[in-house]
């Protein structure tokens, strides 16, 4: 699945029966480059991840900006990777992984609360199947696991089973080790 995949189906999916979503999402590297966005994602710089970062690293200004548009802090249960921003009218919800701010932002009538389940739903998401992190290998193994791990059961997951996992994650991480354990075993035979 491509990171504009993530974005599409998991992050700008519908919230509620009404058919409501986010007013944007996008997968941003720590460094700031953009991964993958929905259309209306504003332009965020290097800077402004770059504060983001130092907000859950312990330093708090009180307020981050987004494409511009400042946003008062509101910690959450989880200070060191996940934050939220409050503006008038919205918001906006972040987790950080090893590698990429989640970032998901709402404007009303969505509740803060849906927009902070899928943020937090897939950053734990891309964590609890190790996506972002290669161990110490050649390119031949790391290309070897990226294919063994595209056949597996979670890289093709729906937007259902995503739902599914938010709801039951320990019986989609026992698949997703077992995909990832095959991954491993096809990347070490190179």
């Known amino acids: 699945m491509s990171w504009q995949e993530y974005v599409d189906n998991n992050l700008m999916c519908p919230l509620d029966t009404n058919?409501?979503?986010?007013?944007?999402?996008?997968?941003?590297?720590?460094?700031?480059?953009?991964?993958?966005?929905?259309p209306a994602f504003?332009?965020?710089?290097?800077?402004e991840a770059e504060a983001m970062q130092k907000?859950?690293?312990?330093?708090?200004?009180g307020s981050f900006t987004i494409g511009g548009a400042k946003y008062m802090v509101l910690m959450?249960?989880?200070p060191e990777t996940k934050i939220r921003g409050k503006i008038k009218g919205g918001g906006c919800a972040i987790?950080?992984?090893?590698?990429?701010?989640?970032?998901?932002?709402?404007?009303?009538?969505?509740?803060?609360?849906?927009?902070?389940?899928?943020?937090?739903?897939?950053a734990e998401y891309l964590l609890s199947v190790s996506y972002e992190q290669?161990?110490?290998w050649g390119p031949m193994q790391q290309q070897a696991a990226a294919e063994a791990a595209s056949t597996a059961t979670w890289a093709c997951m729906s937007s259902?089973?995503?739902?599914?996992?938010?709801?039951?994650?320990?019986v989609i991480v026992r698949q997703v080790q077992q995909g990832l354990a095959h991954a491993c075993e096809r990347a070490m035979r190179w």
């Open 19 to 38: 058919g409501g979503k986010l007013n944007s999402a996008a997968l941003v590297g720590l460094d700031g480059s953009v991964w993958a966005q929905s």
């Open 42 to 47: 504003p332009a965020i710089t290097p800077e």
């Open 55 to 61: 907000i859950m690293g312990g330093t708090n200004p």
């Open 76 to 78: 959450s249960d989880d």
């Open 95 to 122: 987790s950080k992984t090893n590698q990429t701010l989640v970032i998901g932002i709402w404007e009303e009538p969505i509740p803060a609360a849906a927009c902070n389940k899928v943020v937090e739903a897939l």
């Open 134 to 136: 290669w161990p110490a």
């Open 160 to 170: 259902t089973d995503f739902r599914a996992w938010v709801q039951r994650p320990h």
